[in-house]
């Protein structure tokens, strides 16, 4: 073999021949021909200087079996990669049996020598050796050079290179092992821009149809298993973080894989979780039992969903955004994202009208109410066809009309729901969106006097008719406000066009509107001569902070008087120059309303000057009357100004006509509690 590669025995290349024939298989030396021996030895010969995988093929001469020399790099050389070559092998010459073994030693090559053997009886085919060479340097190559090669064929070597060198050294190895180069660049590529654009939390759901990442498909999974990625900076998610949230949206977790990264170049670190999902029963995750007093026999347990779609995709993902940003509740009416295909803000109205209704003294729980409108989901979608038809300022040509016949159609199904309970629950919808005179829901965006964000109000505001509200207690006032938030929600009941009243914090929050129709009938007693129709409203605070730190404390109850006075102005009608101007965005189903006033009540005594500077941001008619009182007004108290006060008033004005009220006969024009303040008395 040295004289056909004409080289000299004691030359380097003499040499290195000499020492890759002394450590040739011996089995190959026995059976190989001089002239099928030379170009191998030579071809091993050059990944001396160029370190590469490169496979020699011989048959042999019976057609019994192939032997495979596999040279590649030693470095590269691992347990996974000679298991991937070994199948590489036996797919391409359709091997019954595989017998291998492996040199690694001091030298920079490693060598696997691979005997395949085709079933008795069956030749071996025919194969493409630089086809079958170029399957096995893939399966060589090591993660990151994948990753890298990736990279560039899809970035470009230039943003390819920065994203790299930002993160070299930060991808685990579990990582690595679980998520192909290919899959493992899109999640780089979107944490890179998180951080760019300051997000913290980032979702991603896709299906996977047999095997991600090598893991197979958690089984019960007939149509494939949905995935859900979560990209997460900074500090990291827990179970119990995202367990009961993907519960609430429809979802099971079957499994899950975390992967922590560090902070690149001293950055933060992030985490990215891969979670399997499946679709849980409507209207109740599985294994839950039936409250008491409900109706039992209601579908439960595992139901295989379709794919995500890019529709529901969409849905679904946005859901899981605005619910880790706070801007929705965790509850069970978020699966009506999955289970009626609606959006998140769709929800919110579905859930504030259910706050409402528990408020009206509704027996039926939420959990019930939630579980309705996911078993009907036909009649749910009709309910926010009918909202958005009333209230969307861009389709009201024709909204009438349209209305109507959403309406009947509505009506039709709703005679063919067979429990009693599901229709009362879902003809109350009805009933409260055709009471509903106004809506802030619209108002994406809202800034006074102008619509100039695209961000969507953290609050919702309905103004009903009370009088066509079904089964609400009396009295029943004129106008009401309801205001709903995840941080808040409040009412606002106004018994006359024209009709003053404070608004108050309440502690009620269960049931707060009892309470505050219960100080509306009170007033109307006290104030029956001098002014009987008034006005009371109040607020609940859902998420205080520990009463110990006075300062949030006090804060959060700002905050949340604050966005219920923003709330009602936004549905409120204002006057310039003696003219009445809607407020943007919003339908009006009732005549023109400019009236508002709110005073200070329980709680809310020091709030005047707050209310009155948001009223001015509005350009509020009433300007500092909208709030009476502040630090522009009286405080009739500590000026005497309040019925006690008037009476001893009216005590000195005798004195002076030499007559005592107390043994002499006089007229009342008037009657007012002595403990009340001149402006109810």
């Known amino acids: 073999m040295l004289e056909r590669a004409g080289v000299a025995p004691d030359s380097h290349d003499g040499q290195d021949l000499t020492e890759i024939l002394e450590g040739y298989p011996r089995e190959e030396l026995f059976q190989i021909s001089v002239e099928e021996l030379t170009p191998i030895a030579l071809g091993v010969l050059r990944l001396r200087t160029h370190r590469q995988t ?87 190559r090591s993660w990151d050079e994948d990753l890298a090669a990736e ?28 998520v192909p180069a290919a899959n493992a660049l899109t999640d780089l590529v979107r944490v890179h821009s998180m951080v760019s654009s300051g997000e913290s939390v980032a979702f991603d759901l896709w299906e996977a149809e047999s ?69 849980s029963g409507a209207g109740r995750p599985a294994g839950e039992a039936a409250e008491t007093g409900e109706p039992s026999g209601e579908p439960a347990g595992i139901v295989p969903g379709p794919p995500p779609t890019g529709p529901v995709k969409a849905l679904f993902e946005d859901a899981l955004i605005a619910l880790w940003k706070g801007k929705i509740e965790d509850d069970g009416f978020n699966a009506l994202v999955l289970d009626a295909h609606l959006t998140w803000r769709q929800v919110v109205v579905l859930r504030a ?47 009438d009309e349209r209305s109507e016949a959403i309406t009947e159609e509505i009506r039709g199904q709703l005679d063919e729901v067979a429990i009693l309970d599901h229709d009362r629950i879902l003809r109350s919808y009805l009933g409260l969106i055709l009471a509903t005179l106004r809506t802030s829901f619209f108002q994406v965006g809202h800034i006074p006097g102008q619509l100039a964000s695209p961000e969507e109000p953290p609050y919702l505001v309905v103004k009903l008719d009370a009088g066509q509200v079904p089964e609400l207690p009396a009295p029943r006032p004129r106008f009401e406000l309801f205001v709903y938030s995840p941080r808040l929600e409040a009412v606002h009941l106004r018994f006359a066009p024209v009709a003053r009243g404070g608004l108050r914090w ?7 509107r009892t309470e505050i129709l219960g100080l509306a009938k009170a007033q109307e007693v006290k104030n029956s001569v001098i002014v009987p129709s008034g006005a009371k409203g109040g607020f609940v605070c859902k998420h205080l902070p520990d009463p110990a730190d006075r300062e949030a404390y006090q804060r959060e109850v700002r905050d949340c008087y604050q966005t219920f006075i923003r709330a009602m102005l936004d549905v409120t009608d204002n006057l310039r120059g003696g003219e009445v101007v809607p407020p943007p965005g919003v339908v009006r189903h009732d005549g023109d309303d400019p009236y508002l006033v709110v005073a ?8 005047s000057d707050t209310a009155n500077e948001i009223a001015n941001a509005y350009g509020y008619w009433l300007g500092d009357a909208f709030a009476s009182g502040g630090s522009e007004g009286y405080d009739h108290k500590k000026m005497g100004i309040t019925a006690r006060g008037a009476w001893e008033s009216v005590r000195f004005h005798f004195a002076t006509l030499g007559l005592d009220p107390a043994t002499t006969d006089f007229t009342v024009v008037g009657i007012g509690d ?8």
Not at 239 to 267: C, I, K, S
Not at 600 to 607: I, P, V, Y
């Open 506 to 512: 309440s502690d009620r929050r269960e049931d707060f």
């Open 600 to 607: 200070a009540d329980k709680g809310t005594a020091t709030f």
């Open 353 to 399: 009208y259910a706050k409402y209704l528990r408020q009206a003294g509704t027996t039926f729980s939420q959990r019930y109410i939630e579980r309705v409108l996911a078993l009907n989901t036909a009649i749910t979608r009709l309910l926010i066809r009918l909202f958005e038809s009333r209230f969307d300022p861009t389709h009201q040509r024709g909204s």
């Open 211 to 279: 095997y991600m990442a090598g893991r197979p498909v958690p089984e019960g999974a007939e149509h494939g298993v949905w995935r859900l990625t979560i990209y997460r900076i900074g500090s990291p998610i827990t179970l119990t973080d995202v367990l009961p949230r993907l519960q609430h949206m429809g979802v099971e977790v079957v499994d899950e894989h975390p992967y922590e990264f560090a902070g690149p170049g001293g950055a933060q670190p992030f985490w990215i979780y891969d979670f399997g999902l499946r679709r």
């Open 151 to 178: 990279a560039s064929r899809t970035l470009g070597e230039v943003p390819a290179k920065a994203l790299l060198d930002i993160c070299a050294g930060a991808i685990p190895e579990t990582y690595k092992a679980d």
């Open 674 to 681: 002595m403990s009340g303040d001149v402006f109810g008395n």
């Open 54 to 140: 490169r496979l020699f093929l011989r048959k042999d001469v019976y057609g019994r079996y192939m032997s495979c020399l596999v040279y590649l790099p030693r470095d590269r050389y691992t347990t996974p990669v000679r298991l991937r070559m070994l199948e590489i092998l036996r797919e391409a010459l359709h091997g019954a049996a595989v017998v291998y073994s492996a040199t690694v030693g001091e030298s920079p090559l490693a060598r696997l020598h691979v005997v395949v053997r085709p079933e008795l009886g069956t030749a071996l085919p025919d194969v493409d050796p630089a086809q079958l060479e170029a399957a096995l340097t893939a399966a060589a």
